[in-house]
């Protein structure tokens, strides 16, 4: 789950952090009044959405020759002009995708005069499995940019889960930046906060980009992006009030609410699978006769009939799917369950597209009765490799 850069910065600052003042508004009147709260006389208003980019980004409906979606603002009335801008327009960034992400928040915040910017990540380094600190003097752009043109700028450091953020973890954070004295004391603390705060809250990823010294030379946030693990969120009632629903894919939401493993693909071929190992299995036969897998989904292993109606409706609500593959090993979730799941679902949504179902495993032989007395068009399958080929083919003679 991911949140928004004020509310990342408010998080941050309970842990010690710091960060410049800021307040956020959802109207252009309530921009006025947040500036108002500041001191000035230079200020900032930032597009809050769920992706960065922000500053290089273009509003769909103001044209290229606009600004994007961090602008700074001297006066009051300028900051009404970009409230009024950016508000209820789409900002397109690299990170939205094409269609862009419509703005509804902004937080307007203190304009800090910038010496340099730094870039300063936490996250878990699959390969060691440990948290690590990701930290490269070329703050302020874009970091994949930076990885591919220069990667000797990074420096990775891992943090042994044993010892914790020690001493010398800040010290090397503060030589990877080049910073001596009071700027290398202050590295030192803003990074052991970070990973206080990486750990309080069970963070997935803490990205600062960028971390500036400030023109009276000291050390601020200026950007966060902040996601957790959302299977440690049960821990964290308070973070769960964070969730922006609005920023999220609406399939991936409605899946979440019926606790369905499902990420939305680019692919035609819709699956429903149970079990992670099988739904990976199911994707890569598609692809090997192929085609294109439309989702990930995981109903579980103990599903009920109304979690695979549900999971059923979300794939069939997606205007790319051409057509659905079935495929259930029925160990703990019986297939006659499957099969009356099915039945049901597909008779609630007009099932406009073809059907491959493979069953196997407990109550196979009940679960296609049912399904071939059902009435709808439903082609069953022996195996695995038999049910990717038909639907495959299916999908080719529709289209
Ligand atoms: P994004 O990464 O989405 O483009 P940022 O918050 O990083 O958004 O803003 C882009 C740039 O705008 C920063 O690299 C920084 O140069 C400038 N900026 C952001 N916040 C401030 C601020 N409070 N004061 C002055 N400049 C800022
Ligand atoms: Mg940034």
């Known amino acids: 789950m991911n949140i928004h850069e004020y509310q990342a910065k408010e998080l941050l600052a309970k842990f010690g952090v710091p960060v410049p003042a800021g307040h956020a508004a959802l109207s252009v009147e309530e921009a006025v009044e947040a500036a108002k709260k500041l001191p ?43 409230a009024t801008d950016m508000l209820g327009n789409t900002l397109v960034t690299i990170q939205t995708g094409e269609a862009g992400k419509q703005v509804n928040r902004l937080y307007v915040t203190d304009g800090v005069d910038i010496e340099k910017e730094f870039y300063l990540a936490v996250l878990v380094d699959r390969a060691t499995g440990r948290v690590a600190m990701v930290v490269s003097t070329e703050g302020g752009m874009d970091i994949e940019t930076v990885a591919h043109d220069t990667p000797e700028k990074i420096h990775t450091l891992d943090i042994d889960p044993a010892t914790g953020f020690m001493p010398h973890h800040g010290r090397a954070v503060a030589a990877a930046l080049g910073l001596t004295g009071d700027l290398a004391k202050q590295a030192q603390n803003v990074a052991a906060k970070l990973y206080d705060a990486f750990l309080g809250t069970d963070a997935a990823q803490i990205e600062i980009n960028p971390l500036a010294i400030t023109g009276d030379n000291k050390l601020m946030v200026l950007d966060a992006k902040v996601g957790f693990d959302s299977n440690a969120l049960f821990r964290h009632k308070d973070l769960m009030e964070l969730r922006d629903e609005t920023e999220e894919d609406p399939m991936e939401l409605e899946a979440s609410k019926h606790d369905l493993a499902y990420i939305k693909l680019d692919g035609d071929i819709g699956c429903m699978v149970n079990g992670a190992g099988l739904a990976m299995a199911t994707m890569d036969i598609i692809k090997l006769n192929g085609a294109f897998p439309a989702n990930f989904l995981d109903v579980g ?12 409706k979300i794939i069939l609500s997606d205007p790319a799917v051409k057509g659905i593959l079935v495929n259930i090993f029925g160990g703990i979730m019986r297939c006659d369950i499957i099969a009356e799941g099915i039945v049901a679902a597909a008779k609630e949504v007009h099932l406009s597209v073809p059907l491959v179902v493979r069953l196997e495993g407990t109550n196979v032989a009940e679960g296609k009765k049912i399904l071939s007395e059902s009435g709808l068009d439903i082609v069953p399958a022996n195996d695995l490799g038999d049910a990717a080929k038909k639907i495959v083919a299916q999908v080719k003679v529709a289209a």
Do not use: C, M, N, W
Request: net charge positive.
């Open 40 to 82: 000035g006389p230079l200020y900032v208003v930032k597009a809050q959405i769920h992706a960065g980019g922000r500053g290089k980004g273009k509003f769909v409906e103001l044209g290229p020759d606009a600004k994007g979606g961090v602008r700074l603002a001297k006066t009051l009335d300028e900051v009404k002009a970009h």
């Open 301 to 312: 292993g103990g599903a009920s009939k109304e979690k695979v109606t549900s999971a059923f």
